[in-house]
């Protein structure tokens, strides 16, 4: 799983129909501080109601998506599972 | 997924029979910023409506021979959808 923030949206009209109707969020990687990563991103589909500013579990592999959807023929890979509240790193020394 | 922009198609005659009836369509993957974000790649269409220019979305391995119907086959990036609408809260910084 991936700690991300969401960054911002994305719209499709024209779009595979398993898509249609689903929210799809623009989640930049952050580090446990917080920080974001600044190199990795994910478009993900929203199952938690999640908003731009919120920090974010992503689930990044299509058997745990598959899984999560009900659906073992769901061709999606990567979904925002959770909203985190809080992270607590004791250490910040070597956690990225 | 991740974000693409289409920059050209292919025709392929000679190909796996479970590819006939697919387009081709070379893609170039971009950052968050719709930067250029390495070098492009060879997908199928599972938008169905995509053409040179659009900005897309896309997704490689099982997932991408997923978004076809059958699902069973030699695929391994597809595009998803055609982006309209591309909103970043604060585009500096980000990926």
């Known amino acids: ?11 499709s009209t024209v779009q595979h129909p398993y898509y249609r109707g689903r929210k799809q969020l623009l989640v930049g990687a952050v580090l446990p501080d917080g920080s974001l990563d600044g190199t990795r991103y994910i478009l993900a589909l929203d199952m938690v109601g999640a908003g731009v500013g919120e920090t974010v579990l992503v ?9 999560i959807l009900a659906d073992p023929k769901a061709p999606v890979r990567s979904l925002i599972v959770a909203i985190v509240d809080e992270v607590d790193v004791p250490v910040p020394d070597r956690v990225a | ?46 938008s169905a409506q995509a053409s040179s220019g659009d900005l897309v979305t896309w997704e490689a391995a099982r997932e991408a021979a997923l978004l076809h119907d059958p699902w069973f086959i030699p695929v391994d990036h597809a595009v998803v959808g055609i982006v309209d609408q591309h909103a970043l809260e604060n585009p500096e910084g980000t990926p």
């Open chain 1, 1 to 11: 799983m991936i700690l991300g923030r969401v960054l911002g949206t994305v719209v």
């Open chain 2, 1 to 46: 997924m991740r974000l693409g922009r289409v920059i050209g198609t292919l025709v392929a005659t000679v190909k796996p029979d479970a590819m006939k009836g697919l387009k081709l369509l070379i893609v170039r993957p971009l950052t968050a910023n719709l930067a250029d974000d390495g070098e492009p790649f060879v997908a199928t269409d599972a």
């Open chain 1, 59 to 67: 689930e990044d592999e299509g058997n745990s998506a598959r899984q």
